[in-house]
């Protein structure tokens, strides 16, 4: 069965480079029309004409409310419908442990990778999902189900969005199902400082499946949920990541 997004509309943040970009790709290709942001709108239109047809862009900062309410009105506009928002823009402003972050640093990790996911959702739903139905999902990581030495308040922001997920799938339901992916390490500009230098070979190693992720792994799956395929589906968060918690738990 091949999966198809043939007249939906997808709005998917951090669109222009990494998972975001690897999401718009296969979602194009499936048939959807896709809406990219990110902050960068020159980012944003190459990643556009470079995926080709079917993406459109409108650039913003997903944890600005003004920015938040023009990109998914020129949604509206441009394509009439959102069917799919996927919230998959975040940062990581601090390492190290989370006993000693400092406020401004917490307060930024939570407004974007926490606050903003929900407040996009609440506009989407109340814009176009509440009669219309659709999908959500939002792109937390396996640092959500973990500990970590140093990634501590990014991975709290994270678990929170798992939690948030399950809250929301509850509250949308029947009209829309909300899930969330929780990938492992995937080669991009985000994550570079853990796999670069050949760190990411010894990553891999770790990995039972032997291969760090690629945009598309996490993009596949992000087709699924998003799909007909994936309509019993809600409440889930879906651990894509080569394997590494089953390996973390033979060790542990
Ligand atoms: N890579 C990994 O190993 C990994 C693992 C687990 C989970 N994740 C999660 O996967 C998602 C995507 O990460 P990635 O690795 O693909 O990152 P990436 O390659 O750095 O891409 C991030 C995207 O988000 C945009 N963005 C960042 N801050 C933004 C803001 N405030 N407002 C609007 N757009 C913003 C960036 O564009 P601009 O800079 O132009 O705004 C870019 O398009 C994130 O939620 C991340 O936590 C990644």
Redesign the pocket.
């Known amino acids: 069965m091949e999966i198809r997004l043939d007249g939906k509309v997808a709005l998917v943040?951090?669109?222009?480079?990494?998972?975001?970009?690897g999401i718009a790709e296969v979602f194009a290709a499936a048939g959807a029309q896709v809406m990219i942001?990110?902050?960068?709108e020159q980012?944003?239109a190459e990643a556009a004409r470079e995926i080709g047809e079917g993406v459109h862009f409108e650039a913003?900062?997903?944890?600005h409310d003004e920015d938040a309410e023009r990109v998914i009105e020129a949604t509206m506009d441009r394509l009439g419908r959102i069917d799919v928002l996927v919230n998959?823009?975040?940062?990581?402003p601090y390492a190290g442990r989370t006993i000693e972050v400092d406020r401004p640093r917490w307060d930024k990790t939570f407004e974007?990778?926490l606050t903003a996911p929900l407040f996009w959702t609440q506009r989407v739903w109340n814009r176009f999902m509440k009669g219309k139905g659709g999908a959500v999902i939002n792109?937390?990581?396996?640092?959500g189900l973990a500990t970590s030495p140093t990634l501590g308040v990014?991975d709290v922001t994270?678990a929170a969005l798992i939690h948030l997920t399950t809250q929301l799938a509850a509250e949308l339901a029947p009209q829309v199902r909300v899930n969330a992916l929780?990938?492992?390490?995937?080669?991009?500009?985000?994550?570079k400082v853990?796999w670069e230098g050949g760190k990411g070979e010894t990553v891999a190693k770790a990995y039972p499946l032997k291969r760090l992720?690629e945009?598309e792994d996490?993009a596949r799956a992000a087709l699924f949920l998003a799909a007909d395929t994936g309509r019993w589906i809600t409440g889930q968060t879906w651990a894509l990541e080569g394997g590494a918690l089953a390996a973390f738990r033979r060790t542990a």
């Open positions: 943040t951090g669109g222009s480079r990494g998972i975001g970009k942001t990110s902050r960068n980012s944003c913003g900062h997903i944890g998959n823009a975040a940062t990581n974007i990778n792109v937390s990581s396996v640092g990014y994270k929780a990938p492992g390490l995937v080669k991009t500009d985000f994550a853990l992720g945009p996490v």
